[in-house]
């Protein structure tokens, strides 16, 4: 089996693809959580409250999940690999503009600027994946993807906790500016290397025609709304982790970098066994288990004697999550065959605009119920959220070779 995989020219094309891909992957997600673990740090630093710094999550998400609606069609158009470059050299820019912030508000405006750029990157990558790959092989060709994204965000949050002792929290932007540089090189390379896309005209109206098109489409609707949902209640806690454990007495900032480094290792452990489950329970079943899985572990966190045990529930989070997340990513790339990346930029928007609101809904639940309560909430409610698409998600199960 194995020497027949390594002889299938389509399984070498994919492998290709996604080696290309990489290291875009890795460097965006890196800078997506990078500062979710320095929150306190760079309260004290730049002299502003906690609860404004937290705010830094969604100042990413927000222009993240803006720009959606403009550079799905303008991909469409343009080429998709095209816009990525352009996006990704201005990602690097952005980033270095964060690192040289002399306050708090300019900090906050490039990070919203770093969002608008990594929009570019990430939702567009995806729908490259969606018009070259069979649907058959989707799913696990995007989960071997995501495994160097989840790379990046492991690294984010453990990069965080190791260099900011030792350079600052401008030393981790710096760090992510230049991973950020070289895979903009990375990509130019390979696009000179590459046969020229073909390019149409922008046409705003029939970009506008078309998102009223996907928007009558059920499938869209149940799948856009999840994904919101999904990504408020999952990374709306994420800010929050370094305050929550100091006030239990648990540790801080590098007990929350690693929490994130496991919830990141969530998403290894499920690259690795999603072929297997695919074939074993198909999409259906095993949404449902990925609520069920990410439920009991918000559920522990929020019960949590000990930093061992939180970071232990934030690893089976990071399964859960990504077992839901890329069955939702996968229907997606099959919403609209025809205009893939208007219908891949409408699901990142939707799961940013999740990612915006959940911090500050978090942090409200936090100050109203405690932490007991808020987290037996958001445990509920993506045990909920999994039952609800396994319902609307079809049985079927995919190959298990990329």
């Known amino acids: 089996m194995g020497a027949m995989a390594a002889t299938d020219p389509e399984a070498q094309r994919i492998r290709r693809l996604i080696a290309m891909f990489a290291l875009t992957g890795f460097s965006s997600s890196l800078i997506v959580r990078a500062t979710d673990p320095l929150v306190a740090v760079i309260a004290e630093d730049l002299t502003t409250p906690v609860g404004t710094v937290a705010l830094l999550a969604s100042s990413f998400a927000l222009p993240f999940a803006l720009i959606q609606p ?14 990525i470059l352009v996006c990704q050299i201005l990602l690097s820019l952005m980033v270095i503009g964060a690192a040289l912030a002399p306050d708090f508000p300019t900090l906050l405006l490039f990070r919203a600027l770093s969002g608008a750029a990594a929009g570019g990157t990430m939702p567009l990558t995806l729908a490259v994946f969606g018009d070259e790959v069979p649907l058959a092989r989707r799913q696990v060709a995007i989960s071997r993807f995501l495994v160097f994204t989840i790379v990046g965000g492991v690294a984010g949050g ?28 990375v990509l130019f390379w390979s696009q000179r290397r590459a046969p020229a896309s073909p390019t149409q005209p922008f046409q705003p109206i029939m970009a506008l025609q078309r998102y009223v098109g996907l928007f009558r489409l059920p499938a869209a609707r149940v799948l856009y709304t999840a994904v919101a949902i999904e990504g408020g209640l999952v990374f709306g806690s994420f800010p929050h982790f370094a305050p929550l454990l100091a006030e239990r007495g648990l540790g801080s900032t590098a007990e929350a970098g690693l929490a994130l480094a496991a919830f990141g290792c969530g998403g290894f452990l499920y690259a690795a066994i999603v072929g297997v489950v695919l074939r074993r329970l198909g999409q259906a079943r095993m949404v449902r288990l990925g609520g ?10 929020g019960l949590a004697p000990t930093a061992e045990l939180f970071i232990g529930c934030a690893l089976l989070l990071g399964t859960g999550f990504f077992m839901i997340h890329n069955t939702i990513q996968v229907r997606a790339s099959e ?5 893939r990346a208007s219908g891949l930029a409408m699901h990142s928007f939707s799961f940013f605009i999740g990612q915006t609101a959940g911090p500050a809904l978090m942090g409200l639940a936090l100050a109203m119920m405690g932490s007991m309560l808020a987290f037996l909430w958001v445990a509920l409610a993506l045990l909920g959220l999994g039952w609800w698409l396994s319902l609307t998600t079809p049985g079927t199960r995919s190959e298990h070779r990329p």
Do not use: N, Q, Y
Request: glycine share 14%.
């Open 70 to 83: 403009f550079l799905g069609p303008v991909g469409d158009a343009l080429g998709k690999r095209r816009v």
């Open 158 to 185: 453990a990069l965080a906790a190791v260099i900011e002792p030792l350079f600052g929290w401008r030393g981790v932007l710096w760090i992510c500016a230049g991973f950020s540089a070289i895979a903009a090189c």
């Open 292 to 301: 069920v899985l990410a439920g009991l572990a918000l559920l522990g966190m």
């Open 335 to 339: 919403i609209s065959p025809s205009a």
